[in-house]
């Protein structure tokens, strides 16, 4: 009866040392966030709305969404508390977009996890000299034509693992 009952033991851990990984293998992982050139600043400078701040950009966005312009690009300064973004009208997304800032890497991290769960994909994931993080998601469908937007504007696309 010992014997079964450490046999038992045994393989209750190595199921849940399986499980283990299997769980981990779902989430997603930043490993690099995306760079912004430098050389294209003054290019973007033009096309940035003043700074606000991040409740008024979301009634921009609505404003801008009415005339047929998409959000595709955004700021955070975490100590002035304002966003700035840009809009582009030669951009027709089919599905939905979603936007984000955090201050810390946990948050965003979550935040990367349920957006890729729930079927969106990051366009772009930025950390600010601040150490805030701003991120725009996309659906799989709109994520060639969105990053093609970006890579004009000297923006790169984020890397992530699993």
């Given amino acids: ?5 450490h046999s038992v033991w045994i393989v ?8 283990i990984p299997a769980q981990a293998k779902d989430e997603v992982r930043l490993s690099s966030p995306s760079k912004v050139e430098p050389s294209k600043n003054k290019e973007r400078e033009k096309l940035f709305t003043p700074w606000m701040p991040f409740q008024k950009l979301h009634v921009k966005e609505d404003e801008m969404r009415a005339k047929g312009q998409q959000i595709i690009y955004f700021e955070y300064d975490s ?4 966003s700035r973004a840009i ?3 030669n951009l027709k997304l089919n599905g939905p977009v979603t936007h984000y800032s955090f201050s810390s890497e946990d948050s965003m991290q979550e935040m990367l996890n ?9 366009a772009f994931v930025f950390r600010h000299s601040s150490g805030a993080y701003t991120m725009l998601f996309v ?10 937007e970006l890579a004009l504007l000297g923006i790169g696309e984020p890397k992530l693992k699993k």
Avoid: C, N, Y
């Fill in 12 to 19: 209750l851990f190595l199921i849940m040392v399986a499980l």
């Fill in 139 to 148: 659906t799989p469908q709109d994520l060639d034509a969105v990053r093609k």
């Fill in 114 to 122: 349920s957006q890729t769960k729930g079927g969106l994909q990051p």
């Fill in 1 to 5: 009866m010992k014997t079964t009952s």
């Fill in 87 to 89: 809009f582009l009208s």
């Fill in 79 to 82: 100590e002035r508390g304002q």
